[in-house]
C-alpha cells in the first residue's frame, strides 16, 4: 500500500497561537460596519481588546514529535477549538459543551478493547497515553453542517493500538464506543440520539496512519469539551465520526449502525467521506467555511487528503456508501 | 389609553433591542467562533418570533377587550419585514457573498430555503401596503384578503426553521405550537360565528 505523503513542514512554518488570535478581529470589523452603518454608531477604530487572549490553565503535553502528515495551513484559534463544539452529550447547541462538561471527569477513565483481538483487555487512560510517543497532528476537520477548522492535535495512530491488541481474522470493522453517563452528561437525558454514541470504522480504515487517537489539542490535554480524555480523529471524514470520550473500542465482524445513522440514515451515513459532489439531502457539501475566516471556500474530495486515502475505497460508489 | 404614544415608543424602542445586540456583539468580538451562523440564526429567531407577536395581537385584544392593542400590530409587523430582511441580506450578503449561482441552486434544491425564500418574498407585499394611504387604495376588504398572506408566511417561517434543525426539533417545536394555538384560536372564533349567524 503506497502512502504518499504532504511535503514536510517545519516547525517554524507553523504560526504562532497569538498571530492566529488575532484575525477574528477582521469579522468584528466587518459586523462592526455593518451595524455602524445601519444604526448610526459611527465609532470605528474603538474595537475592544480581543478576548482571545485568555490564558490557558490545561496541563501541558512535553515532548510531543512533528508529524508529516500535518498541514501548514492556519490554525483555527484556540478559542474557536474550544468553544464551538457539537457534543450532543451535553447540548445541541455549540456554544454550550464548553460551558457543562465540567461535569465530565477524565481521571481516573479506563478504555476496554474487546471483541474480535487476541489481547481483551482494559487500558489505563494514563498507559494510554504512554502507548505510543505522543505526536502533533495538524489536520482540517469539516464537518457535516459545513464549517471547518485546522486542529493541532495531540496523539498518536490508531494502528499502533491495533497492533499491540492483535485482530483476529474476523475481525473486519471497529466500533468506538463513547461514555455513557447521563451524570456526567448531562444531555443524554435527553433521546436526541441513542446513547452511547457509537461510530465505527472499517478495519483498514482504523489502520490508515492518518487516523489517530487524539489525547491532546494545541500541546495541552484535551479540554472536555472537545471529547476528553480520548477521542477519534479520522481526518478525511466528517466530524461526526470522531468519537468522543471513548471507554469502549470493539473489534466486530459486522459494522452495527452508528448513532446519526440510527437517527436518520437517509443523511448519516456509515463512511461519512467528505465528499463535494455528493449534498447532505437538505444542503450542499460543495463548499464550507473555514472557522475565522469571511468567505467559503471549495470543500475537498476525502477533506484534502484523497492522496492518502482515495485508494481504500477504489471502485466504490460513493453516492450510495455515503 | 392615556400613554399609549408612550407606550408604543417604549415598544419600538425594545423592538430594536435584538438588533443592536447584534451590532454590540460583532463590535465587542461576541459573536462567537462562527459570527456569520450566529448573525443569521440570530435573526431568523427574532423574525419568527415578531411574526408570532403579530398574530398574538389580535387574540390577546379580543381578550382582554384592549382595543388599544391593534393600534401595535402594524408595528409588530413591520419588525418581522425589518428583521426578516436583514436576515435575508445576511444570507445573501455575508454568507453567500453574492454568488447568484449557488443562491439560485440553494432556493431550486434546497426545500428549507426554498420556503424561507418564499415566506419572505410573501412579506414584501405586506409590507409595502402597510400604510394607511395604501389600506385606502386597496379598499379595507381586498387588504385585508391580502394581509391574510401572513398565516401562509408565519407557516412557512416555522417549516424553514424546522426543515434546517439537523437532530433536535425542541425549539422549531416551541414556534410551531404557539403558531398552531394562535391559528386554531382563529378557526374556533370562526366556527362560533358561523355557528351564531345560522341561528339568527
Given at each position: 500500500m503506497l502512502i504518499k505523503k504532504p511535503d514536510d513542514i517545519k516547525a517554524s512554518e507553523i504560526t504562532d497561537k497569538q498571530v492566529y488570535l488575532s484575525r477574528r478581529d477582521f469579522m468584528s470589523a466587518t459586523t462592526l460596519s455593518l451595524g455602524a452603518l445601519a444604526a448610526g454608531m459611527a465609532a470605528p477604530g474603538l474595537i475592544l481588546g480581543s478576548r482571545e487572549a485568555e490564558a490557558s490553565t490545561a496541563i501541558k503535553l512535553n515532548d510531543l514529535r512533528k508529524s508529516a502528515l500535518s498541514t501548514s495551513e492556519g490554525l483555527t484559534p484556540y478559542k474557536d477549538v474550544t468553544s464551538y463544539n457539537n457534543f450532543y452529550e451535553f447540548s445541541t447547541d455549540k456554544y454550550e459543551p464548553a460551558k457543562l462538561a465540567g461535569t465530565l471527569n477524565p481521571r481516573p477513565w479506563t478504555i476496554t478493547v474487546e471483541g474480535e483481538v487476541k489481547h481483551q483487555k482494559t487500558y489505563d487512560i494514563d498507559a494510554l497515553l504512554k502507548l505510543a510517543p505522543l505526536e502533533e497532528r495538524i489536520y482540517r476537520l469539516r464537518c457535516v453542517e459545513g464549517w471547518s477548522m485546522v486542529v493541532p492535535w495531540v496523539g498518536f495512530s490508531l494502528s499502533e493500538l491495533i497492533k499491540q491488541v492483535e485482530p483476529n481474522s474476523n475481525a473486519k470493522f471497529v466500533e468506538f464506543i463513547s461514555l455513557h453517563d447521563p451524570k456526567q452528561m448531562p444531555g443524554q437525558r435527553s433521546g436526541v440520539l441513542d446513547w452511547p454514541y457509537v461510530e465505527g470504522l472499517r478495519i483498514d480504515e482504523a489502520m490508515h496512519p492518518l487516523a489517530i487517537l487524539a489525547v491532546g489539542l494545541y500541546g495541552e490535554v484535551l479540554p472536555n469539551q472537545n471529547g476528553a480524555p480520548v477521542r477519534l480523529i479520522a481526518p478525511w471524514k466528517y466530524g461526526f465520526k470522531n468519537a468522543k470520550s471513548i471507554v469502549k473500542i470493539r473489534f466486530v465482524s459486522k459494522p452495527s449502525p452508528s448513532s446519526w445513522m440510527k437517527a436518520n440514515a437517509n443523511e448519516?451515513?456509515?463512511?461519512?467521506?467528505?465528499?463535494?459532489?455528493?449534498?447532505?439531502?437538505?444542503?450542499?457539501?460543495?463548499?464550507?467555511?473555514?472557522?475565522?475566516?469571511?468567505?467559503?471556500?471549495?470543500?475537498?474530495?476525502?477533506?484534502?487528503?484523497?492522496?492518502?486515502?482515495?485508494?481504500?475505497?477504489?471502485?466504490?460508489d460513493l453516492k450510495k456508501f455515503f | 389609553m392615556k400613554y399609549?404614544?408612550?407606550?408604543?415608543?417604549?415598544?419600538?424602542?425594545?423592538?430594536?433591542?435584538p438588533f443592536v445586540r447584534l451590532a454590540w456583539f460583532g463590535y465587542t468580538n461576541q459573536l462567537g467562533a462562527n459570527p456569520i451562523e450566529f448573525i443569521t440564526r440570530s435573526l431568523g429567531t427574532w423574525t419568527l418570533v415578531f411574526l408570532l407577536l403579530t398574530l398574538t395581537i389580535t387574540p390577546l385584544r379580543n381578550l382582554s377587550g384592549w382595543s388599544w392593542l391593534i393600534k401595535l400590530r402594524r408595528m409588530a409587523g413591520l419588525f418581522a419585514f425589518f428583521y426578516a430582511l436583514l436576515h435575508f441580506?445576511?444570507?445573501?450578503?455575508?454568507?453567500?457573498?453574492?454568488?447568484?449561482?449557488?443562491?439560485?441552486?440553494?432556493?431550486?434544491?434546497?426545500?428549507?430555503?426554498?420556503?424561507?425564500f418564499a415566506a419572505f418574498i410573501m412579506l414584501i407585499p405586506l409590507a409595502l401596503t402597510s400604510t394607511n394611504a395604501m389600506i385606502k387604495r386597496l379598499g379595507g376588504k381586498r387588504w385585508l384578503l391580502l394581509h391574510r398572506l401572513v398565516y401562509l408566511i408565519a407557516i412557512c417561517g416555522v417549516l424553514h426553521y424546522w426543515w434546517l434543525v439537523k437532530k433536535d426539533i425542541t425549539q422549531p417545536l416551541i414556534y410551531a405550537t404557539v403558531l398552531a394555538t394562535l391559528l386554531a384560536y382563529r378557526v374556533v372564533i370562526k366556527n362560533l360565528k358561523t355557528k351564531q349567524a345560522n341561528r339568527l
Open positions: 448519516y451515513g456509515y463512511f461519512a467521506n467528505v465528499n463535494p459532489t455528493v449534498d447532505h439531502p437538505r444542503w450542499s457539501q460543495a463548499r464550507e467555511r473555514r472557522i475565522g475566516e469571511f468567505s467559503k471556500r471549495e470543500t475537498l474530495m476525502f477533506n484534502g487528503y484523497a492522496e492518502q486515502v482515495a485508494q481504500l475505497y477504489s471502485g466504490m | 399609549f404614544s408612550q407606550l408604543k415608543a417604549a415598544l419600538f424602542l425594545a423592538s430594536l433591542i441580506i445576511t444570507y445573501i450578503w455575508l454568507d453567500q457573498f453574492f454568488d447568484l449561482h449557488d443562491i439560485y441552486k440553494d432556493v431550486i434544491k434546497r426545500p428549507f430555503i426554498t420556503i424561507g
